[in-house]
């Protein structure tokens, strides 16, 4: 993910260049740091979550506090961590979350340049055996990144129908496509709904 950053941070500053011979009125067109989507209600165009990205909902699980969903097959969230996030801000988000069958998923939001509004990643991630082939543990990853509060771009620049979270108060779902981190051209379908600890620790 970091080469992803350094890709997004590149295109940011040519994205700058090219701007500066435009009229002031298109900067007061974004969304302030506060009304970033990493930090806003379902309700919020820019964070909502789109028909193409409906997350589960955590009571369609056995009993755990959230779920993950992989190419239709359910798992339980049993646990999640709230780790200090890599760059400060209130708009950052660090979550690992344990699923059953040993799935562990990660979500992440970044803000590379220090406000939602100049540059903002969604990541996901995701590992188990259970995704593996071969006796191995898959790992698949995916991100979805918003630049100047524009068009919300994936992996290949892309453009996505809208930003892979939502937050809702205390909880943070959302759905995106990862790809095999090993290089392979598999690709899984993964949606989730889980919580979001008050408490933040070193992981």
């Known amino acids: 993910m970091l ?4 890709l997004l941070v590149s295109l940011f500053f040519l994205l700058t260049v090219a701007a500066c011979g435009g009229d002031d009125d298109s900067s007061s067109s974004g969304p302030t740091s506060g009304d970033a989507p990493a930090a806003s209600s379902s309700n919020d ?3 909502a979550t789109t028909d193409d990205a409906k997350a589960p909902s955590a009571s369609s699980g056995g009993g755990g506090v959230g779920v993950v969903e992989v190419d239709g097959q359910t798992y339980d969230i049993n646990e999640v961590q709230r780790c200090k996030p890599f760059f400060d801000g209130e708009d950052n988000l660090d979550l690992q979350a344990l699923a059953s069958d040993g799935i562990v998923l990660f979500v992440t939001i970044n803000t590379p340049l220090g406000a939602a509004d100049q540059l903002l990643s969604h990541e996901l991630s995701i590992q ?3 995704l593996g082939s071969g006796g191995q543990i898959g790992a698949f990853s995916g991100a979805g990144s ?3 509060a524009g068009a919300w771009l994936d992996d290949d620049a892309n453009e996505l129908p809208g930003a892979p979270f939502t937050i809702d108060g ?3 779902s959302g759905s995106m496509k990862v790809v095999d981190a090993r290089g392979s051209d598999q690709t899984l ?5 889980i919580p979001i600890p008050s408490d933040i620790m070193d992981c």
Not at 3 to 6: A, E, F, G, V
């Open 45 to 47: 165009a820019n964070g």
């Open 3 to 6: 080469r992803n950053l350094i």
């Open 189 to 193: 379908d993964v949606t989730f709904d």
């Open 146 to 148: 918003q630049i100047q």
């Open 128 to 130: 188990g055996s259970k």
């Open 170 to 172: 205390d909880r943070i």
